[in-house]
């Protein structure tokens, strides 16, 4: 029976820099045990054992599969919303400029 030794849900690693934060997204990847007994890193790209040919793609669907929060999905909003609120770098035609990239 195939065995999840360790699973890394999707996430976001931030790597501050001078100007602001950068986000870097790594997908879920997981240590799987095979029923052949070899051990493997998977991802959702790389599902088939190297030792056998069995596929855990279904194994990695159910780690990958599971819904983030938004916190998860979408950590730079919360700096956005208060760099927003501060009114710093809030031009007049801000708002002429969002409209017009939603036409």
């Known amino acids: 029976m195939t065995k999840v030794k360790v699973k890394i849900e999707g996430h976001y690693e931030v790597e501050e820099i001078p100007y602001g934060k950068d986000y870097k997204w790594v997908p879920a990847h997981a240590l799987i045990e095979c029923d052949c007994g ?3 890193d998977a991802d959702s790209h790389h599902t088939v054992c190297p030792g056998c ?31 927003v609120r501060s ?15 939603l036409d």
């Open 38 to 40: 070899r051990v493997m």
């Open 53 to 83: 040919g069995s596929d855990h793609a279904a194994v990695m669907k159910e780690i990958a599969g599971r819904h983030l929060s938004d916190e998860d999905l979408r950590p730079w909003r919360r700096d956005y919303e208060a760099w």
């Open 87 to 101: 009114g710093k770098g809030h031009r007049e035609d801000q708002e002429w400029l969002e409209q017009r990239s």
